[in-house]
């Protein structure tokens, strides 16, 4: 029970690394807050975390939009009193050159996968502060930290990502906030299932993948919800403004 009586909000929480990690915070003794765009795939997290014996409520909320994002962190006080962490995690990935990009995908990326962190970290450092302290996490990605061939934009959002939490790290760790990256590499999960079928020969995106990670195979969800727990626990205590990889050694090559 390493998240004991703790408050958590899970962005994108209906799927993939959002949801392994909305279970396994709520297998480890935290009240979880899953917002998320899918209302079906919300019901089916909190479904899932309630009927382990966990406690767990769901918000629609699109994390592009401050009221939105309001919303949530407001749901997580009003229903649980406190809120002690913040897991910002919803992302999008559109991968392409700079010739298959145009301006709405880049505008887009962007809102998704850096103005939803800044708005979730925004509302939750007030809350935080006032309670006396609290740990943020934000998804990046392995391709935060190294390039990629063909994927121009997402690793910016990420980058991004990186960026802003070690500025936030550092400006509120007076105030007992830790904020942390999580940088997954290829993790199985619906959006890069979505990413292999688009990219018109799965299985050869696939094999493509494989011999970039050293432990030769992708990643599991709950693989990433275990880093997760680490991170916003206690056990956690000394590690803030870090960049994690968890990539199977993608970086280390
Ligand atoms: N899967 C990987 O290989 C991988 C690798 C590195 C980083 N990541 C990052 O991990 C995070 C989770 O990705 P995943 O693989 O679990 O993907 P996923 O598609 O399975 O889950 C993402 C969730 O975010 C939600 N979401 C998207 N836009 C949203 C919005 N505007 N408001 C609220 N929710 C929104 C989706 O509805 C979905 O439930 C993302 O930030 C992604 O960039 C994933």
Redesign the pocket.
């Known amino acids: 029970m390493r998240l004991k009586d703790k408050v958590a909000i899970v962005?994108?929480g209906?799927?993939?690394?959002?949801r392994a990690s909305a279970v396994r915070f709520a297998e480890e003794g935290s009240k979880v807050v899953v917002?998320?765009?899918?209302q079906d795939?919300i019901d089916e997290t909190v479904d899932a975390i309630r009927s382990a014996g966990g406690t767990a409520t769901g918000v629609h909320?699109?994390?592009?939009s401050a009221s939105d994002v309001k919303a949530v962190v407001k749901t997580a006080v009003d229903t649980y009193g406190r809120l002690d962490i913040m897991f910002n995690?919803?992302?999008?990935?559109i991968p392409g050159t700079i010739l298959d990009l145009d301006e709405g995908d880049f505008d887009r990326l962007f809102a998704?996968?850096v103005k939803?962190v800044f708005l979730g970290c925004k509302e939750a450092v007030p809350v935080m502060k006032a309670q006396g302290g609290g740990v943020i996490l934000n998804?990046?990605?392995?391709?935060g930290v190294v390039g990629i061939a063909g994927n121009v934009v997402y690793p910016a959002t990420?980058g991004a990502v990186v960026q802003m939490t070690r500025c936030l790290a550092i400006d509120h760790a007076a105030d007992g906030i830790r904020v942390n990256s999580l940088c997954?590499?290829?993790?199985d999960?619906?959006?890069?299932r979505r990413n292999r079928q688009a990219s018109g020969d799965p299985e050869a995106a696939l094999r493509s993948r494989l011999t970039q990670i050293p432990l030769g195979r992708i990643g599991e969800?709950v693989e990433m919800a275990n880093v997760a727990v680490f991170l916003c626990s206690d056990e956690a205590s000394f590690v803030t403004g870090a960049a994690i990889l968890a990539d199977g050694g993608w970086v280390a090559r």
């Not at 995690?89 to 990935?93: C, K, V």
Request: proline fraction near 8%; charged fraction near 10%.
């Open positions: 962005t994108g209906a799927s993939g690394i959002g917002a998320d765009l899918q795939g909320a699109d994390v592009t995690n919803a992302g999008i990935g998704v996968n939803g998804t990046a990605s392995q391709l990420k997954p590499g290829p993790i999960t619906p959006l890069t969800a």
